[in-house]
């Protein structure tokens, strides 16, 4: 990595020699995270060499969680590499550390912050002035930056440790009974006990709470799942019943339960499983494809309207369009079907249930063919169904419009080239840690 930075500078200073004549008078730096430091090229008299050997780190123990008067610390033992001069150390919910996924973010992260840079060991040292309040049974990360003797932040450490329970002020357990699961909805009745303040549930797609936490946690301030559930679910403090609608068919579901006592302290998190129904049979899947209306501007751009019209033993359906010339020179129904065929979870709109009156990003004047292939409700693929569809010129005269005439406010993009995953996610038509934390031996 050094000599990667050290041969950018070299290259930056002899592109700065060799076009003087467009008079460049700065420098830029950028690591890999993103990060630039600048110079003004009079003011560099040197560019030098250096080799540190072996790690720049400061190791970290987790030793516990201590309480006092003036809030939470964290025990830790603290152990730099020979090379290790100094180091910067902070801590931070699981969360918030998932937005730094690499080593280079989280040591630009602690190089910018406040914290001051520590020269000394710890055998049982305490991590204070964190700047939040740690909470019960949750998730937390340490980070350490060691320096070397040029200043410079290098080699990332990083620990987790889960904080202890805090024992519940009474019974804080959730009755439930599910009541009616059908192709869309589900309701739940709740019975919470005697110890319970309140309550909070949500749904999630099975599998998916974790990434809708680390993806919204970090904007919201929600540090754990407890928080999600009681910002975003359905919050209540007695018997209640709760219906949750407009879900796939077929599709596995996980619903989190969160109960906190009079404290506000969490209990354990109760996860209920649940299967929509499925629909069609155990015929033929089978999808008639139709073209409809072609429109927009130059402005704007255009869209094809095309539907999609599953039959009754169709369970669910997945549909493309591909400009023609693509299809022939890198694809062919086999691909096609293969690509149809495989699961896209992160695409909310991959799989479709009844009729999909789909609009597409288009050109005028272009070829294009419209596929769909869909399963009944044994899983049991059925043909793949084409359409080919040539869109018309384009109007000689077109009206400016001050926003795209949709008629619904997503459009899909259509495959144009590349024998490679395209891009199935929909885009709107109409809108595309401050203070010093501190450590001590104790």
Not at 175 to 185: G, L
Request: with cysteine.
């Amino acid at each position: 990595m050094m000599k990667k930075l050290f041969t950018s500078i070299i290259l930056a200073v002899l592109a700065v020699v060799g076009y003087a004549q467009t008079n460049p008078n700065r420098m830029l730096v950028t690591d890999k995270a993103g990060a630039t430091k600048g110079f003004v090229v009079d003011r560099i008299d040197s560019v030098s060499f250096a080799t540190v050997e072996g790690r720049v780190a400061a190791d970290v123990e987790y030793l516990g969680i201590y309480s006092g008067s003036t809030g939470d610390s964290v025990g830790v033992k603290i152990t730099r590499t020979p090379q290790c001069v100094g180091y910067k150390i902070t801590c931070m919910s699981k969360v918030r550390a998932s937005s730094l996924s690499t080593d280079e973010a989280v040591a630009n992260y602690l190089d910018n912050s406040d914290s001051e840079i520590m020269f000394q060991d710890y055998v049982n040292g305490r991590l204070s002035n964190l700047g939040f309040n740690l909470r019960p049974n949750a998730d937390y990360v340490i980070f350490t930056v060691g320096y070397d003797q040029y200043q410079i932040p290098c080699d990332v450490v990083r620990v987790d440790f889960r904080t202890p329970k805090k024992e519940l002020a009474g019974d804080c357990s959730i009755q439930y009974t599910i009541d009616e699961v059908t192709t869309s909805d589900i309701t739940i009745s709740f019975t919470p006990a005697s110890g319970v303040a309140g309550y909070a549930a949500i749904l999630f797609p099975a599998g998916t709470a974790e990434d809708n936490l680390a993806q919204m946690g970090p904007m919201f301030g929600l540090e754990t799942m407890g928080d999600y559930a009681r910002f975003f679910g359905f919050n209540n403090n007695g018997p209640a019943t709760n219906t949750w609608t407009n879900n796939s068919p077929g599709t596995d579901y996980e619903i989190y339960v969160q109960a906190w006592d009079e404290n506000n302290t969490d209990a354990d998190i109760m996860i209920i499983p649940v299967t929509t129904k499925k629909i069609g049979g155990e015929g033929v899947a089978q999808i008639e494809i139709t073209p409809g209306e072609f429109s927009g501007s130059a402005e704007t751009g255009y869209y094809q309207i095309v539907t999609y019209t599953p039959n009754d033993q169709t369970s669910l359906h997945r549909d493309m369009l591909i400009d023609k010339n693509a299809y022939e020179k890198e694809w062919n129904e086999d691909k096609i079907m293969e690509y149809l065929k495989t699961d896209i979870p992160e695409d909310p709109y991959w799989n479709q249930y009844g009729v999909d009156v789909a609009y597409w990003n288009v050109s005028p004047n272009t070829s294009y063919i419209a596929f769909s292939i869909g399963k009944n409700i044994n899983d049991e693929w059925g043909p793949l169904a084409r359409l080919d569809i040539t869109t018309p010129d384009a109007p000689a005269a077109q009206k400016k419009y001050s926003a795209p005439v949709m008629k619904r406010g997503l459009v899909k993009n259509a495959v144009t080239g590349n024998n490679t995953v395209p891009m199935q996610m929909l885009y709107k038509a109409l809108k595309a840690a401050k203070g010093k934390m501190t450590i001590s031996e104790k």
